[in-house]
């Protein structure tokens, strides 16, 4: 019998936090906050990601447009080859990021890929120490986002930031 493994990779990639005195006003962007359907796999993602949180005694990450845009061109791109699985192009991503939100002190990123649930991808994630220390991190922002390939297969990308 020949079982299908869900791929999955995750990075953490920090900044040298800007002094509160250089940053005149909060970029707007930074609030630009994403109005999920309760039945997206996106939303789904984030609730089992803020149901973990919240039994660690942490904050809910708030979905942020910028991030989830730049999280699901990620999977877009691993979906058609464009790069490959993984965290190809991960600094850019964090510049974006930065560029749009304004003063940001860390970026962090998980990625899988297979035909999975969200449940299957927040639980691969929560039994991966690596995922979960983005998951549980000090992080209030983040952006999921996800591509099938022709295949079917789906890729699946979460930032967070801070």
Request: glycine share 8%; proline share 4%; aromatic share 8%.
């Amino acid at each position: 019998m020949i079982f299908n493994i869900p791929k999955l990779s995750l990075l953490v990639f920090g900044f040298v936090p800007l002094h509160a005195e250089q940053l005149k006003s909060i970029h707007p962007a930074r609030e630009a906050v994403v109005f999920l359907s309760p039945d997206s796999m996106e939303a789904d993602i984030l609730n089992y990601v803020n149901e973990d949180r919240e039994q660690h005694g942490l904050a809910s990450l708030k979905m942020n447009a910028v991030e989830s845009a730049i999280a699901e061109k990620h999977s877009r791109d691993m979906a058609n080859g464009k790069v490959p699985f993984g965290h190809t192009g991960l600094n850019a991503r964090a510049k974006a990021i930065r560029k749009e939100l304004g003063e940001i002190s860390s970026v962090g990123e998980n990625v899988a890929s297979g035909p999975m649930t969200a449940r299957e991808v927040v639980d691969g994630w929560l039994n991966s120490p690596g995922h979960k220390r983005n998951i549980e991190g000090d992080f209030t922002l983040t952006g999921i986002g996800y591509a099938r390939d022709k295949k079917g297969n789906i890729f699946f990308t979460q930032i967070f930031s801070r």
